[in-house]
């Protein structure tokens, strides 16, 4: 293993973990699901790791034992995270998180229940050295992009680009053959690009929310995903839970990535879908009234434009797939 496991403490709550010559697989499980994060050790201080959580909740237990700088890319869902006492931070798709791992230990919750992303460390200054002997006349420096993302503040949270966007997504599989290399190359790209990037055109201020706030946000989803037949209004949510609409409108997007009428939309299609599956004796008209609606030609125009094809093609193409053995 390279220098860089030496300036961490995972912590033990890993229930998996299998070296590989270039790096590890580490597999968390608690009651709520499972999550893994596949490493690779690219070079010397600089570690390259594909995240992937289907959970609530994971308790990390992380230390760092010296200078780091992380790069972390939200591809799907969203992650919450307590960074002092009572008051939390979000991160949501297509946005980096670039921070010290100075508030990386605790409870990370995933609203959304899975969290899909990339991440990529640096052990300062041992990632500075390597750089300058592999990737010679190419002038980047960790210390710099620590000093220009973080001289403020330990986390600073920006919109992907274009350009970043689809750096991320390049990376996303990459082929068995020569993945070391190839992950050198492109993390050498990311560098100047960041290097480049104005951060005025994407940062974003880090969006906190109090405990209590967060309290009657999550209050409020459950209010409305257990009486799912029920169209409420920001009106009546807001009543009912004692908070502005203005509010209760801003820190449901940012808890849960969508506005409230959208995650909802999605959430009754999703659940749609899978009634559609699991009880196909059901009616259209009948899986409609489940999510709420009392005209099936609404709810089959709600769910295309959600689904991509009709209830009745979903079912058709699903049930094809199960039958072909895909």
């Not at 490493?39 to 609530?56: K, L, N, S």
């Not at 274009?162 to 599989?173: A, P, R, T, Y």
């Amino acid at each position: 293993m390279r220098k860089f496991w030496n300036k961490v403490d995972i912590g033990d709550n890993i229930h998996s973990m299998v070296k590989g010559e270039n790096g590890l697989y580490l597999g968390m499980r608690n009651e709520t699901g499972e999550g893994s994060m596949t490493c690779y050790d690219i070079f010397p201080g600089a570690v390259f790791m594909y995240c992937d959580y289907h959970m609530e909740f994971c308790e990390s237990r992380f230390k760092s034992k010296g200078d780091l700088l992380c790069i972390d890319y939200c591809i799907e869902g969203s992650f919450e995270n307590e960074i002092k006492k009572d008051v939390f931070t979000y991160q949501k798709e297509k946005e980096l998180n670039i921070n010290t791992r100075k508030y990386h230990s605790g409870k990370f919750i995933f609203p959304q229940r899975h969290f899909h992303g990339i991440t990529i460390c640096f052990s300062i200054p041992e990632a500075d050295q390597s750089l300058s002997e592999i990737f010679q006349g190419i002038n980047v420096s960790i210390t710099e992009l620590k000093q220009k993302f973080c001289s403020k503040s330990e986390i600073c949270i920006i919109k992907a680009t274009e350009e970043l966007q689809h750096f991320f997504m390049s990376i996303v599989s990459i082929p068995e053959l020569h993945r070391i290399e190839y992950m050198r190359i492109k993390v050498a790209e990311l560098l100047l690009q960041l290097k480049t990037l104005r951060i005025e055109d994407c940062f974003i201020d880090v969006p906190y929310i109090h405990k209590t706030e967060l309290q009657k946000i999550k209050a409020v989803r459950e209010k409305m995903v257990e009486n799912i037949s029920r169209f409420y209004t920001i009106e009546e949510l807001s009543g009912m839970f004692g908070i502005s609409q203005t509010a209760l409108k801003n820190e449901f997007k940012i808890l849960y990535g969508k506005p409230i009428y959208a995650y909802m939309k999605q959430y009754r299609m999703n659940l749609a879908a899978a009634i559609l599956l699991e009880q196909p004796q059901q009616k259209i008209a009948q899986v409609a009234a489940v999510v709420g609606y009392d005209n099936a030609s609404k709810f089959s125009a709600a769910f295309s434009k959600v689904m991509g094809m009709t209830p009745i093609q979903y079912r058709r193409k699903e049930k094809s797939y199960q039958l072909n053995g895909l």
